[in-house]
């Protein structure tokens, strides 16, 4: 047996850059992002013509927005009927074509996780001329996302009344208002293939190379059912 085993972490943390007090530096909340892999391997010789090798893979990655108030809601401004999640960050997002930006989507608390493993194994057995290849794939993947970035409700205000973006702010004559519910959404999918392939070595001066590749697509689907498919039943 021939052992091999890799493991790699890496880690970002971005601070908040709100002030606490000029909503027009509220772009970024405090930000981690993590990632870790590991890679496990065997190389195993089986006789002496036939090699096995066997691939085992984990990956995971982390990428969460924490929640900051940035201590102002379009309540807090006059605006009626705009509602917000109870416990949720106290923000409004406003944008203002050739002005400024008020907590873009990056701003906005929420995360996405994801998971993915992997075995595969490959054998390879020499016969006479013939070097045949055989090995099979399987693949899994996981990823759970928070969609969050216009729950506080996204206000737009373009050139459409006055000719200029903060011509139609001051005026209070917004061109569009575009908000969403928190939604939680558990994404799965699975890929499996498999192969199979020889090399034939004809003469000294021919080698032909021929095979079989098996791989179907497999749609991914969320855990819950939280999004609309297609049934075929």
Same mark, same amino acid.
């Given at each position: 047996?021939?052992?091999?085993?890799?493991?790699?972490?890496?880690?970002?943390?971005?601070?908040?850059?709100?002030? +606490? &007090?000029?909503?027009?530096?509220? *772009?970024?909340?405090?930000?981690?992002?993590?990632?870790?892999?590991?890679?496990?391997?065997?190389?195993?010789?089986?006789?002496?013509?036939?090699?096995?090798?066997?691939?085992?893979?984990?990956?995971?990655?982390?990428?969460?927005?924490?929640?900051?108030?940035?201590?102002?809601?379009?309540?807090?401004? +006059?605006?009626?009927?705009?509602?917000?999640?109870?416990?949720?960050?106290?923000?409004?997002?406003?944008?203002?074509? #050739? #002005?400024?930006?008020?907590?873009?989507?990056?701003? &906005?608390? #929420? /995360?996405?996780?994801? @998971?993915? /493993?992997? /075995?595969?194994?490959?054998?390879?057995?020499? %016969?006479?001329?013939?070097? !045949?290849?055989? +090995?099979?794939? /399987?693949?899994?993947?996981?990823? *759970?996302?928070?969609? !969050?970035?216009? !729950?506080?409700?996204?206000?737009?205000?373009?050139?459409?009344?006055?000719?200029? #973006?903060?011509?139609?702010?001051? @005026? +209070?004559?917004?061109?569009?208002?575009?908000?969403?519910?928190?939604? &939680?959404?558990?994404?799965?999918?699975?890929?499996?293939?498999?192969?199979?392939?020889? @090399? %034939?070595?004809?003469?000294?001066?021919?080698?032909? *190379?021929?095979?079989?590749? %098996?791989?179907? =697509?497999?749609?991914? %689907?969320?855990?819950?059912?939280? !999004?609309?498919?297609? =049934?075929?039943?």
């Amino acid at each position: 047996h021939t052992l091999f085993g890799r493991y790699e972490y890496a880690n970002l943390e971005s601070p908040p850059q709100f002030d +606490g &007090v000029n909503v027009l530096t509220a *772009n970024l909340p405090h930000k981690g992002d993590r990632a870790q892999s590991l890679v496990l391997g065997d190389t195993y010789l089986i006789g002496a013509a036939t090699v096995s090798s066997f691939r085992a893979t984990l990956l995971r990655t982390a990428d969460a927005r924490e929640k900051q108030d940035y201590n102002i809601t379009y309540t807090d401004l +006059g605006v009626k009927d705009v509602y917000l999640p109870p416990g949720f960050s106290k923000m409004i997002q406003v944008n203002v074509a #050739g #002005g400024f930006l008020v907590t873009p989507n990056m701003a &906005v608390p #929420g /995360f996405t996780n994801s @998971t993915a /493993f992997q /075995f595969a194994e490959d054998l390879s057995r020499v %016969w006479g001329a013939h070097q !045949v290849g055989f +090995g099979a794939n /399987f693949l899994h993947t996981k990823m *759970n996302l928070q969609a !969050v970035t216009r !729950v506080p409700g996204v206000m737009t205000f373009s050139a459409n009344n006055t000719g200029m #973006g903060l011509g139609d702010f001051m @005026t +209070g004559r917004a061109a569009s208002f575009d908000q969403s519910n928190v939604t &939680v959404y558990y994404f799965r999918q699975n890929f499996l293939a498999s192969y199979l392939q020889d @090399t %034939w070595k004809a003469s000294s001066r021919l080698t032909l *190379n021929g095979g079989i590749r %098996w791989e179907p =697509s497999q749609s991914p %689907w969320e855990k819950y059912g939280h !999004v609309p498919h297609i =049934s075929q039943a």
